[in-house]
T-cell receptor, first 114, second 116 residues
Framework: ETGVTQTPRHLVMGMTNKKSLKCEQH?????MYWYKQSAKKPLELMFV???????ENNSVPSRFSPECPNSSHLFLHLHTLQPEDSALYLC?????????????FGAGTRLSVL | GDSVTQMEGPVTLSEEAFLTINCTYT??????LFWYVQYPGEGLQLLLK?????DKGSNKGFEATYRKETTSFHLEKGSVQVSDSAVYFC???????????????FGGGTRLMVKP
């Protein structure tokens, strides 16, 4: 148990669906991250939130929409996804967003887009 | 700009073999360096870290020394076990960019498979 919980663990959705991924941390951290991990590409950073403000948006398509309502929760809203978006989506948190901080990861949501 | 190069896998070893996974970086200044490990079906977790030059991080029999002169942070273990089978990520300094100018936070990962 890392203190970072992601739900659901598995998700299958059609290209016209709208769904959301949820991440929750109980570590008192103030930075949270979304990563995409697929078989063909190394771990890709998608978004970074620090103190509930988005500080990084790594050229992610607009069909992915993050939301950070407070420092403990992070969402990734999905709509009109493509099959190539099928991947493992990992959430992480850290005490701060600087490079010296250790990141703590959830177990991920395995997403399949049909 | 800053960059990191991690040894490509997969690496297949027999149990009790010696392991080295190479990681080199270029950076302005001397950042903290990390190795993370991802076991099957799980997210990443910190394996070890070093915060300054000549520091040695160690954990679970793994070691890595932050070598300023060679800008390297190679991961080593003297005798691997089947349970070490996982993907290992060298985490470069924050702000590292890939060739396309996108922010790269972790190296590409090296898959290790240990056979009994």
């Amino acid at each position: 148990e890392t203190g970072v919980t992601q739900t659901p663990r598995h998700l299958v959705m059609g290209m016209t669906n709208k769904k959301s991924l949820k991440c929750e941390q109980h570590l008192g951290h103030n930075a949270m991250y979304w990563y995409k991990q697929s078989a063909k590409k190394p771990l890709e950073l998608m978004f970074v939130y620090s103190l509930e403000e988005r500080v990084e948006n790594n050229s992610v398509p607009s069909r992915f929409s993050p939301e950070c309502p407070n420092s403990s929760h992070l969402f990734l809203h999905l709509h009109t996804l493509q099959p190539e978006d099928s991947a493992l989506y990992l959430c992480a948190s850290s005490l701060g967003a600087g490079g010296k901080n250790i990141q703590y990861f959830g177990a991920g949501t395995r997403l399949s887009v049909l | 700009g800053d960059s990191v190069t991690q040894m490509e896998g997969p690496v297949t070893l027999s149990e009790e073999a010696f392991l080295t996974i190479n990681c080199t970086y270029t950076a302005t200044g001397y950042p903290s360096l990390f190795w993370y490990v991802q076991y099957p079906g799980e997210g990443l977790q910190l394996l070890l870290k070093a915060t300054k030059a000549d520091d040695k991080g160690s954990n679970k029999g793994f070691e890595a020394t932050y070598r300023k002169e060679t800008t390297s942070f190679h991961l080593e273990k003297g005798s691997v076990q089947v349970s070490d089978s996982a993907v290992y990520f060298c985490a470069p300094p924050k702000g590292t960019l890939d060739n396309a100018g996108n922010m790269l936070t972790f190296g590409g990962g090296t898959r290790l498979m240990v056979k009994p």
